[in-house]
């Protein structure tokens, strides 16, 4: 029995050493607060000069990004325009300018004129067919002559 009054005992020792980080973990909290709130105003100020430095390289560190921008910007053509732009692109894909929408449109009214000119020889090429009807062959007429029977053989 002796074993089971230890085990107690240190369950009771671990529970008490639990109390104790709690009380002394209260305890400096409680003098760290009581400090800080007898120092709150130079707390405060403290605080306040960090985030006035922080304000200052902020507004360094935009400026910066701002001037990058800027350059980048005006590094563009102030003379760009999106149609000119598509109108470029176009031109260097169908390797033809604005002459060349021309020269295409004449190449396509050639063609049709040729077109037309195959369609009208065909059409010439088949009316006289659908002009001149076939006849049909006279009928012959039918005539049944009479062939001599041959001899008969007497026997």
Do not use: H, N
């Not at 409680?30 to 709150?40: N, P, Q, R």
């Not at 190449?107 to 002009?131: C, Q, S, T, W, Y």
């Amino acid at each position: 029995m002796a074993k089971s009054s230890d085990d107690k005992d240190m369950v009771r020792k671990i529970w008490l050493a639990g109390i104790g980080a709690y009380g002394r973990a209260f305890t400096e909290a409680k003098g760290a607060v009581d400090s800080l709130t007898g120092k709150s105003s130079e707390v405060f100020d403290d605080l306040v000069q960090k985030g006035e430095m922080l304000e200052t390289v902020g507004k360094y560190k935009s400026k910066e990004l701002l001037g990058k921008g800027k350059s980048a910007v005006e590094d563009i053509k102030p003379d760009f325009e999106i149609d000119d732009r598509i109108a470029k692109m176009r031109a260097r894909l169908s390797g033809m300018g604005e002459s060349g929408t021309d020269k295409l449109a004449k190449r396509v009214d050639a063609m049709e004129a040729k077109l037309d000119a195959i369609l009208a020889i065909l059409a010439k090429l088949d009316a006289p067919e659908k002009k001149v009807a076939k006849r049909a062959a006279p009928k012959k007429k039918m005539t049944t002559q009479k062939t001599k029977a041959a001899p008969k053989k007497k026997s």
